[in-house]
């Protein structure tokens, strides 16, 4: 079994940052990709970012795309995701999710069967 555990969420003032993690714990894979997903009020969960573990290769929404990072630290097998600059439309639940096999497309929220609880984001305008 997999636990993803995020944390770093909270009440922020537009134009600010936020650094969320995500560790992980459990069952290990040889190559998995990790990525951050968010769901706003009233909305379906999107994808913001991926990370290949191995490579740390990434990929970005556009909207997020020169504002958020995401990377990992392998010793503490932990994913981060450093949010700048931001917006009150960033405001959501952000969860982050292990893909174990790197299947399919990485943008996908289905393609990832291992997910944490989610930590909720509110950028104030």
């Known amino acids: 079994q997999v636990q993803l555990v995020e944390s770093g969420g909270g009440l922020v003032q537009a134009g600010g940052s936020l650094r969320l993690s995500c560790t992980i714990s459990g069952r290990t894979f040889s190559s998995y990709a990790m990525g951050w997903f968010r769901q706003a009020p009233g909305k379906e969960r999107t994808f913001v970012a991926y990370?290949?573990?191995?490579?740390?290769?990434?990929y970005y929404e556009e909207s997020v795309k020169g504002r958020f990072t995401i990377s990992r630290d392998t010793a503490e097998n932990t994913v981060y995701l450093q949010m700048n600059s931001l917006k009150p439309e960033d405001t959501a639940v952000y969860s982050c999710?292990?893909?174990?096999?790197?299947?399919?497309?990485?943008?996908?929220?289905?393609?990832?069967?291992?997910w944490g609880q989610g930590t909720q984001v509110t950028v104030s305008s």
């Open positions: 999710a292990a893909n174990p096999n790197l299947s399919g497309n990485l943008r996908i929220k289905f393609r990832y069967p291992y």
């Open positions: 990370i290949i573990w191995s490579s740390g290769m990434t």
